[in-house]
Structures are given as structure tokens and as C-alpha cells.
């Protein structure tokens, strides 16, 4: 095999939707019955953080999806829907990449931004006020409600510990003591 068919066909494997794995079966029990779908916003163009000058709502400034992470979201969306998996909502950061994903992955609803999603890499935001914030917001849902959050990794990291590539996921829900516990990750 030469290397450009060795290259795609590694690439076709990074594109497999959700698999059937043992482990994925936590996580997606406790979204169907209500929990929140935490996402890294699926694959980029190379890149770390945004160009310098970008600006919100103004994508042509940002780091946005690659055609692969537009596949990738696309078929995660499709994956979790084929398992049985649905939400009643998705919020997403206010970053294009993040919007993008979301609306790749649930075509069929509306995609609010939600602020406290916004990245604050590279000192942009407030870590502590936004990590308190969807805390709050998370505790807050109704238990029985199914909900998608796309964002970006400092936000997953500060939240739950876990430090997620893009286009993986954590279902989190409250627990008991006001805070956000994970029930499992998926790789989508």
C-alpha cells in the first residue's frame, strides 16, 4: 500500500462515527434519560487558538472547521441519532467553529450561543466567572432534559478535568452537591 492510500484510509478510520463500545454505554444511558452532552468543537484547519485580529461573528478572522471536522460532526450527529440518541437543545460558544459544529451535528434545531461557552484561551474571558458560570447553568436544567454544549477544550478541561481532542465529547450531569459530575466520554 502506498503511502497516499495508507493516508486515507487512517483517515476514514478517524472518521468512524461512535462506535459500540462497552464503554460508550454509560455515558449515552445518562444522556437518554437526561444530561448534557459536552463537546470539543470537531476538527479545524491546522492551527492553535485564532489568528491574531480575529473578531466574533466574523469567521473569515477565525480558525474554522476543516472539511474533515465537517464530515466528522456530521456523522457524529448521525451516529448518536442511529443509537437512539436525541437532544432537545444545543448551545454552542459564540466561535464559528463551535456554531458550525452544533449545527452539523443537529441540523434540525435552533443553535443558541451561550456565553459562558466562549473560549478564554490565551486570556480571553474570565475562566473562573465562565467555569461558574456553567456550573449554574448546568445544575439548573430540568433532570429529565437532553441537551448539547459546544465549546472549546480550556472550557471542558476547566469544568470536568478532561481534556478532550476535537470531536470527542463528556456527558456531565449535576450532582447532588451543586456541582457537575461526567458520566462518560464518547469519541465521536
Not at 495508507?6 to 444511558?29: E, I, K, N
Not at 448518536?80 to 448551545?91: K, Q, S
Not at 459546544?150 to 481532542?165: C, F, I, K, P, R
Request: proline share 4%; with cysteine; glycine share 10%.
Amino acid at each position: 500500500m502506498n503511502r497516499r492510500h495508507l493516508l486515507h484510509a487512517l483517515g476514514c478510520l478517524m472518521l468512524q462515527p461512535v462506535s459500540a463500545r462497552a464503554d460508550d454505554t454509560p455515558a449515552l444511558d445518562a444522556l437518554r434519560s437526561g444530561g448534557v452532552l459536552l463537546l470539543r468543537h470537531a476538527l479545524t484547519e491546522p492551527g492553535i487558538g485564532d489568528p491574531p485580529g480575529f473578531r466574533i461573528g466574523d469567521c473569515s478572522t477565525q480558525r474554522n472547521l476543516s472539511v474533515a471536522g465537517r464530515t466528522q460532526a456530521r456523522a457524529a450527529g448521525n451516529a448518536l441519532r442511529a443509537r437512539g440518541v436525541t437532544v432537545d437543545a444545543v448551545y454552542s460558544s459564540a466561535w464559528c467553529r463551535c456554531i458550525d459544529t452544533a449545527k452539523e451535528m443537529f441540523p434540525e434545531l435552533q443553535v443558541e450561543v451561550l456565553p459562558a461557552l466562549n473560549s478564554f484561551f490565551a486570556g480571553q474571558g474570565d475562566r473562573e466567572r465562565q467555569t461558574a458560570a456553567l456550573r449554574q447553568w448546568i445544575t439548573a436544567l430540568d433532570d429529565r432534559r437532553r441537551v448539547a454544549l459546544v465549546t472549546h477544550q480550556v472550557n471542558v478541561l476547566a469544568l470536568t478535568g478532561d481534556n478532550l481532542a476535537m470531536g470527542e465529547a463528556v456527558v456531565v450531569q449535576p450532582d447532588r452537591s451543586g456541582g457537575v459530575r461526567a458520566a462518560g466520554r464518547l469519541t465521536l
